[in-house]
């Protein structure tokens, strides 16, 4: 599996010939799967759920793929394997939306979908905030809100690296770079704070950044 980890989705020109590249073919010729679970733990997810498929809240869902599905995290237990498996080995990118990073967490296991990712050798995985997050080993407590059963920051731990997302926001006063830093100080690994025109591509492996924009890498 190939990963576009973003702060904000595809935003500019940089991060959309990496997410080309990481395709093979262009977006036009790709059938793409939207995960809006993460958006469910936040206080009005209903509605941005919403937002983020018809594409009115972030650059994922609307970039003229040649087909779109959504891939509901939370009602997967409740069906059969046989009806969504083989519609997610058969796409060629999952869109990760953000939102809240333990929950999302919490339901790529319980769902199933995380044990299927070893598997998933074709697949590009395209994560927005905490569709990134949740890719790594920790997030830190500072960003734990929805807590899992057990506690804790763990996430999936695909890569070996942290994120810290949406430095210098508007909005969010906290998420300054100084502020990185001593998040940063808390994590047992490097990580990256990345802003809304940054994002990083993963192949085999091999860690590149894709920044029209600030970002920094933070070692322990």
Same mark, same amino acid.
């Given at each position: =599996? $190939?990963? !576009?980890?973003?702060?904000?989705?595809?935003?500019?020109?940089?991060? %959309?010939?990496? *997410?080309?590249?990481?395709?093979?073919?262009?977006?036009?010729?790709?059938?793409? *799967?939207?995960?809006?679970?993460?958006?469910?733990?936040?206080?009005?997810?209903?509605?941005?759920?919403?937002?983020?498929?018809?594409?009115?809240?972030? @650059?994922?869902?609307?970039?003229?793929?040649?087909? *779109?599905?959504? !891939?509901? !995290?939370?009602?997967?237990?409740?069906?059969?394997?046989?009806?969504?498996?083989?519609?997610?080995?058969?796409?060629?990118?999952?869109?990760?939306?953000?939102?809240?990073?333990?929950?999302?967490?919490?339901?790529?296991?319980?769902?199933? *979908?995380?044990?299927?990712?070893?598997?998933?050798?074709?697949?590009?995985?395209?994560?927005?905030?905490?569709?990134?997050?949740? =890719?790594?080993?920790?997030?830190?407590?500072? /960003?734990?809100?929805?807590? @899992?059963?057990?506690?804790?920051? $763990?996430?999936?731990?695909?890569?070996? /690296?942290?994120? /810290?997302? %949406?430095?210098?926001?508007?909005?969010?006063?906290?998420?300054?770079?100084? %502020?990185?830093?001593?998040?940063?100080?808390?994590?047992?690994? $490097?990580?990256?704070?990345?802003?809304?025109?940054?994002?990083?591509?993963?192949?085999?492996?091999?860690?590149?950044?894709?920044?029209?924009?600030?970002? $920094? !890498?933070?070692?322990?």
């Amino acid at each position: =599996m $190939r990963l !576009l980890l973003t702060d904000s989705g595809i935003t500019n020109a940089s991060i %959309h010939d990496a *997410l080309v590249d990481l395709l093979g073919k262009p977006v036009a010729e790709s059938s793409a *799967l939207v995960v809006p679970t993460a958006l469910h733990a936040q206080k009005g997810g209903a509605v941005l759920a919403a937002r983020a498929i018809s594409g009115d809240l972030a @650059p994922m869902a609307q970039l003229g793929w040649k087909s *779109l599905g959504v !891939l509901e !995290l939370t009602a997967l237990p409740s069906i059969g394997e046989e009806l969504w498996v083989p519609m997610v080995r058969e796409a060629d990118v999952l869109l990760v939306e953000g939102g809240d990073p333990m929950f999302l967490c919490h339901w790529m296991r319980e769902s199933g *979908l995380a044990d299927l990712f070893p598997t998933l050798d074709n697949m590009v995985y395209v994560g927005l905030s905490a569709g990134s997050m949740v =890719m790594t080993p920790r997030i830190g407590e500072d /960003f734990v809100r929805w807590s @899992p059963p057990g506690g804790g920051d $763990r996430t999936l731990g695909v890569v070996d /690296f942290a994120i /810290f997302p %949406h430095v210098d926001s508007p909005g969010m006063a906290t998420n300054t770079m100084a %502020h990185a830093e001593k998040w940063a100080a808390t994590m047992p690994m $490097r990580a990256y704070a990345i802003d809304s025109e940054t994002a990083i591509k993963v192949t085999d492996g091999d860690v590149e950044v894709i920044s029209e924009g600030n970002w $920094r !890498l933070l070692n322990p």
